[in-house]
């Protein structure tokens, strides 16, 4: 049998930087999102393990969060043989959307179906975060608080329907660069997590959006200056500009459909990756 499930992107509406710890890792404020754009990854058991995927910038050996998560699942749970893992990406890679974790995830649900282990969500979500630090919300999904190093999860209640232009430049971001360039202690604009989680209560839409932000976008910036120019070409649409986690992928959100068809039709075209997708 074959078992298929969706492997929806995230975004942050609001990502923040509170302290770094003494092994390197930032502490996090996080609003964690997901949105309707998905991968679809399928799992069949094989004599062998292997992965299979449509686009050839993601890696189909060790390296692939599907088999490290495959590996976990069959070590914990003693599974026989392999799996055939096909992997059909629509999520831009390298590009702040957490398109491998949510792969990770997806993986675990399906061999969790497949193999009728049974596994409640709290406990593949404690396997998923051995596999990294957005994998439980992957699992999870939804809209939720994350803090700690990104690994506490709190589930907040659902976001009101926000549109959400997601532009990619066609070029990897690399999380720990974006991270390794950050001055964490010279930010001096944070986003308000308190007033976006008060917004997100009340349902209401435009509260969330005034509250939008992302401390990691001017160290991105530094580093990719065209990332700078989209935002400012989704800014001049209307929409609410916003870089999705480390980059590149750059939003622009807004609660009115028209207005994101009308930015879209602006920027069609002018980048590998351009689309409108909504909170879900
Ligand atoms: P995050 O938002 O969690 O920082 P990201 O969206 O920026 O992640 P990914 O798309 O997860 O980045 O890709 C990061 C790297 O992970 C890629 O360069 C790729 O080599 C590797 N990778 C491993 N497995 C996968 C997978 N299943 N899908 C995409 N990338 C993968």
Redesign the pocket.
């Known amino acids: 049998m074959t078992t298929t499930l969706t492997a929806p992107a995230?975004i942050n509406l609001a990502l923040d930087v509170v302290g770094k710890k003494d092994n390197g890792y930032h502490l996090v404020e996080m609003i964690m999102q997901t949105i309707s754009l998905h991968d679809e990854v399928s799992v069949a058991p094989d004599r062998q393990t292997s992965v299979v995927?449509n686009r050839q910038?993601?890696?189909t050996d060790e390296?692939?969060?599907?088999i490290k998560a495959w590996k976990l699942m069959q070590e914990t749970y003693s599974l026989p043989d392999g799996i055939k893992i096909t992997?059909k990406?629509n999520?831009?890679?390298?590009?702040?959307?957490?398109?491998?974790?949510t792969?990770?995830a997806a993986v675990i649900a399906a061999v969790n179906r497949e193999f009728g282990l049974n596994l409640a969500l709290p406990e593949m979500k404690s396997l998923g975060g051995r596999l990294?630090a957005?994998v439980p919300f992957c699992l999870q999904k939804g809209t939720a608080l994350a803090t700690g190093i990104g690994d506490v999860l709190q589930e907040l209640s659902p976001c009101p329907k926000i549109y959400v232009l997601a532009v990619n430049p066609g070029f990897?971001?690399?999380?720990v660069q974006v991270y390794k360039n950050l001055a964490w202690h010279k930010i001096t604009e944070h986003p308000d997590t308190a007033a976006m989680i008060k917004a997100i209560k009340k349902q209401d839409a435009n509260g969330v959006l005034r509250q939008t932000g992302n401390v990691l976008e001017n160290s991105a910036f530094q580093l990719f200056p065209q990332l700078a120019a989209i935002k400012s070409q989704i800014g001049e649409t209307g929409l609410t500009p916003l870089m999705s986690?480390?980059g590149g992928t750059m939003l622009g959100l807004t609660e009115d459909r028209e207005k994101a068809a009308y930015a879209l039709n602006k920027l069609q075209g002018l980048y590998p990756f351009a689309g409108i997708f909504e909170t879900i």
Request: with cysteine; charged share 10%; proline share 6%.
């Open positions: 995230k995927c910038d993601v890696p390296t692939n969060i599907c992997i990406k999520i831009p890679v390298a590009a702040g959307m957490a398109g491998g974790s792969n990770g990294g957005d990897a971001v690399s999380t986690g480390s």
